[in-house]
């Protein structure tokens, strides 16, 4: 009884079960068509040969690196955006949208530009073009995908913000949009007229131009807590640079973790890319399957941002602490299912893709590596850094996930590959490895007090 009367009353909780379902479940939906649509592109490209595969797989790790980059600095904004809307400070919560959204299309098309300028050079830090195949693929690819990230940035700013205020569902509709337009543009362009690879990266970037434009029109309704001003507005365009510093007090450290965490995956990658390229392909197969197993997880940990933002905000502290244990909790019981399924049936859903006896056999190994993993370290490896970034404790969060990628993630690939010759296999433990050190201190970090003492406002 003590320790529950810690806790408010049901009747005093900010949010009800009914208010958590309908935020929480047009998440999932969202994060579970996006994934859909990431393994129909691989079955897709599959069919173009193994060279295709390992380059849209080369590529897709090096473009996390920006989405989640851009996706950091979008939270950082929506963090800032859910704390003055829980404190009631409207036209703060206003102006923080429209400096994120300002500030996204101005870092997003300085990167856009670099990346498209430089491409080649980039794929061949990853690669050393001993498949001229799969090298100018990944050229092509990337070159045409970097096209997006401008409006890949608008995206996830808008969607960030509708997801500040509770309302997942403006979010859900819009990417069903973009992956309508995604999955249509693939099965028109890839092999109808022929583009292969080439066709893929451009059926991205006309998806992202046209859900960006649909969410950036929807974030100028008034009637909504928060928005944007009309663009005729005196001052519209110009920066304010202390909402610009408090959005980056949480979106940088949150960037720069995402980033050095895809960088160490680049390393990484480069360690795989002098594989076969049939466990190149198994690798890429494996990161689209197993995507699917965390779906669940994925659309929880967003709302983190919703709920432990506005509570933040409200000075609600033993609420903040109440909802990151439920959160959490309800992490770990939707994965549970999941991923024991994936570990029983990975070899039947690797051979829907066209790969060879020796690629399926890798790929089925380090998914059933993967699923025991997930089951126990998933969440708490990764659900309590939303909870923390929400919070606005996001140096300690960059600071222990930058350690363990290099020292564990990377550190330990490098052992096991080249030292103990576990290939594939290697890399994949090294990954969950990490999961586990990141797990023990981010739990010790929780059960703490010092993150709920991290408010920006």
């Known amino acids: 009884m003590l320790f529950r009367s810690k806790h408010p009353l049901p009747q005093e909780r900010t949010f009800s079960n009914q208010q958590l379902v309908h935020l929480i479940l047009p998440l999932i939906a969202e994060q579970l068509l996006a994934i859909l649509v990431g393994v129909v592109d691989t079955l897709m490209v599959s ?7 390992a380059a849209v797989s080369m590529v897709d790790i090096l473009n996390i690196l920006f989405v989640q980059f851009f996706s950091a600095m979008c939270t950082g904004g929506a963090i800032v955006a859910a704390q003055y809307l829980g404190n009631k ?6 102006n923080a949208a429209k400096q994120l959204i300002l500030f996204t299309v101005l870092l997003s098309s300085a990167i856009s ?14 690669d050393d073009n001993s498949d001229p195949a799969v090298f100018e693929q990944a050229c092509t690819y990337l070159m045409i995908t970097a096209c997006s990230y401008p409006f890949l940035g608008i995206y996830n700013g808008c969607a960030g913000l509708m997801r500040s205020m509770g309302n997942s569902k403006t979010s859900m509709w819009t990417s069903i949009i973009m992956n309508i337009v995604n999955v249509g543009g693939n099965a028109l362009l890839i092999h109808p007229c022929g583009m292969g690879v080439a066709g893929a990266a451009t059926a991205t970037l006309l998806s992202r131009v046209v859900s960006s434009l649909v969410i950036l ?17 005196k001052g519209f365009f110009r920066l304010d640079l202390s909402m610009i ?14 980033s050095l965490f895809q960088v160490g995956r680049v390393l990484i990658m480069g360690i795989i890319a002098t594989f076969p390229t049939a466990i190149r392909a198994a690798n890429g197969i494996g990161n689209s399957v197993s995507s699917l197993a965390v779906i669940p997880f994925s659309g929880i940990s967003l709302a ?23 959160l959490l909790t309800l992490m770990y019981v939707s994965i549970f299912p999941l991923n024991v399924a994936l570990f029983f049936w990975a070899e039947p859903l690797v051979r829907m893709f066209n790969l060879t006896d020796a690629g399926i056999s890798v790929a089925v190994e380090v998914l059933r590596l993967f699923a025991v993993f997930t089951i126990f370290t998933y969440p708490s490896s990764f659900g309590t850094t939303g909870v923390l970034r929400a919070a606005g404790d996001v140096k300690y969060a960059m600071y222990v996930a930058i350690l363990s990628m290099l020292l564990v993630r990377v550190g330990m690939s490098y052992l096991l590959v080249y030292g103990f010759g576990l290939s594939l296999l290697g890399v994949w433990l090294s990954m969950c490895l990490d999961w586990v050190v ?5 739990l010790i970090r929780l059960k703490g007090n010092a993150w709920l003492e991290k408010k920006v406002i």
């Open 438 to 442: 990141r797990s023990i201190f981010f």
């Open 47 to 53: 069919g173009v040969g193994e060279s295709a595969v």
């Open 217 to 233: 029109r929807l974030m100028f309704r008034d009637n909504q807590p928060i928005h944007l001003p009309p663009l005729h507005t």
């Open 89 to 94: 400070d409207y036209p703060n919560a206003c």
């Open 245 to 258: 510093k408090r959005i980056f007090s949480l979106g940088l450290p949150s960037g720069i973790e995402t």
């Open 304 to 326: 983190t941002v919703t709920v432990i933002g506005q509570l933040i905000g409200a000075d609600k502290k033993d609420e903040a602490r109440y909802y990151a244990k439920k």
């Open 113 to 126: 530009v670099a990346i498209i300028l430089l491409h080649r050079q980039v794929i061949g830090l990853m």
